[in-house]
């Protein structure tokens, strides 16, 4: 075709390849967690659905293109009384509000799951996850992250058939790494409540720009990856020393020995 003879072209796809990639983590984390709650014998399937889905969402969404752009249009308008102006509602705004309140709520249940409720594959929690539960909820989430990866690429490319081979390149980059993030992710405990802390503040960013308080992503992916890094250390310290005892076991323990 003539437009990939364009140096510009491949420029904008190489570009847009790596924006869903990073957008994509956000996907691969939430479905990670989620799948978690599957028997093992059903995680690697519904980690692959759910990214055969983010897919096709995408690609359908990007055949609707022009619908995408003007859902940012207002569709009514509501009257604040502490201000002057109305607040102009747009279809964009219901979705990233409702998909942000989702991904709060489905958070900060994760949370209190590891910390007080029941483990995976045990108790009630685990025997009420199905794969067509975990499946409803990742197309959810996949609808509202299709959103904001399709209003990036409209922003880095022009052509549709640039959009789609981005997005599948970056889908199936996200399809060969998804497997060693997940398990990852749920062998470090850790790491499993800082992702979880991600989503929280991934959900929080979507509320606010669905009530028109832009927050740069810039910023959010800085703390992300900051956070990370300090984790990686962490966890490296954490194999090269013994593990630390509490000053009172210690004192416990000495009494002990002065009463035999």
């Given at each position: 075709m003539e437009i990939f003879a364009n140096p510009d072209t491949w420029i904008s796809l190489l570009t847009l390849t790596f924006m869903e990639v990073v957008l994509g983590i956000d996907n691969i984390?939430?479905?990670?967690?989620?799948?978690?709650?599957?028997?093992?014998?059903?995680?690697?399937?519904?980690?692959?659905?759910?990214?055969?889905?983010?897919?096709?969402?995408?690609?359908?969404?990007?055949?609707?293109?022009?619908?995408?752009?003007?859902?940012?249009?207002?569709?009514?308008?509501?009257?604040?009384?502490?201000?002057?102006?109305?607040?102009?509602?747009?279809?964009?705004?219901?979705?990233?509000?409702?998909?942000?309140?989702?991904?709060?709520?489905?958070?900060?249940?994760?949370?209190?799951?590891?910390?007080?409720?029941?483990?995976?594959?045990?108790?009630?929690?685990?025997?009420?996850?199905?794969?067509?539960?975990?499946?409803?909820?990742?197309?959810?989430?996949?609808?509202?992250?299709?959103?904001?990866?399709?209003?990036?690429?409209?922003?880095?490319?022009?052509?549709?058939i640039v959009m789609i081979i981005a997005v599948i390149v970056a889908m199936a980059i996200m399809l060969i790494f998804a497997k060693y993030v997940s398990d990852f992710v749920n062998k470090h405990p850790t790491v499993k409540m800082l992702a979880l802390s991600f989503l929280i503040l991934i959900g929080f960013m979507l509320v606010v720009e669905a009530l028109h308080q832009h927050i740069p992503k810039g910023y959010i992916y800085f703390a992300m990856f900051f956070s990370l890094l300090v984790e990686m250390l962490n966890l490296r310290l954490r194999k090269k020393t013994t593990p630390v005892h509490l000053r009172q076991n210690e004192v416990l323990n000495a009494e002990e020995t002065e009463i035999l």
């Open positions: 984390v939430f479905i990670s967690i989620i799948v978690s709650r599957l028997p093992k014998e059903q995680q690697a399937k519904g980690r692959n659905i759910g990214l055969m889905l983010a897919l096709v969402f995408r690609i359908i969404l990007l055949m609707f293109i022009s619908w995408i752009v003007s859902a940012s249009d207002p569709i009514f308008s509501i009257n604040l009384p502490l201000t002057e102006e109305d607040f102009a509602v747009s279809w964009r705004d219901i979705i990233l509000f409702a998909g942000g309140l989702f991904l709060l709520a489905k958070s900060v249940t994760e949370i209190h799951n590891k910390l007080e409720g029941e483990e995976e594959g045990q108790g009630s929690a685990a025997a009420h996850a199905t794969l067509g539960k975990v499946l409803i909820q990742i197309i959810l989430i996949d609808i509202v992250f299709s959103f904001d990866s399709i209003l990036t690429a409209v922003g880095l490319a022009q052509e549709i």
